[in-house]
């Protein structure tokens, strides 16, 4: 048994799937398909529509963000218990945490802890980081061992199943910047920075394990890595 396709210009209903695969698969793409109704009844989509029937043009669109092509349980467990990482800047947890999310193929979205309004956000006056929210379920500090555990226990595979040109969002600040703070930066005058309290706040949590007393940084005063 064989089949074949008598134009181009015809693609079987029942190939659609296929095109909006191949869309899919090219990051943002903006296409313009066909549907029309054939001699016979069926529907059928293209790109080129016979010049004797009238077809119904519709745009695609294919978001790699929106529609990123993850395997089926990738795509159930991040959909179930998304995954957002919480960083700060110089902090070494932090890069140990990341470099763990994207060996074990972990889609996350990552947010900075740099301002005040950061802090509030995400605690208040003591904040450790890094942290990692699973769902509804909290980690502070990076430990391999909890992570493993809860990121199982959401459904996450044990090993990597994401494609290779597969990119996390790039990270973004906690809390939006609001134009006020932004004037306020164009204009010289204070920012939404944090003050020498606020950064001490910021306090990386290290792997749990024996260590050397933690390093101070003498340019922020109570910030420990």
């Known amino acids: 048994m064989s089949s074949r396709l008598d134009s181009p210009a015809r693609l079987p209903g ?10 899919l698969g090219h990051g943002t793409v903006h296409a313009q398909v066909f549907k029309w109704v054939g001699p016979d009844g069926k529907i059928n989509y293209g790109d080129m529509p016979p010049a004797t029937q009238r077809a119904e043009k519709k745009s695609l669109t294919a978001n790699v963000l929106d529609n990123a092509a993850l395997p089926f349980a990738v795509a159930e467990a991040a ?21 763990y999310l994207a060996t074990r193929g972990i889609p996350f979205t990552e947010k900075s802890v740099t301002t005040n309004a950061d802090i509030a956000l995400l ?34 595979p044990a090993s990597n199943k994401l494609s290779r ?19 306020r930066k164009d204009t010289g005058g204070s920012t939404d920075g944090p003050t020498a309290p606020a950064a001490a706040s910021l306090r990386p949590k290290a792997q749990v394990k024996p260590a050397a007393p933690p390093r101070t940084d003498p340019a922020i005063p109570g910030l420990r890595f």
């Open 14 to 23: 029942l190939l659609l799937t296929l095109l909006l695969a191949l869309l």
């Open 79 to 99: 959909r179930l218990h998304p995954v957002t990482f919480y960083t700060g800047t110089g902090c070494a947890p932090c890069d140990a945490g990341r470099k």
């Open 123 to 156: 605690g208040g006056a003591q904040v450790e980081l890094p942290q990692l929210t699973v769902g509804s379920s909290k980690l502070t500090g990076f430990e391999a061992g909890a992570w493993d555990a809860r990121l199982s226990a959401a459904g996450y």
């Open 165 to 183: 040109n597969y990119r996390n969002p790039a990270p973004s600040a906690l809390a939006p910047v609001t134009a006020e703070a932004t004037e």
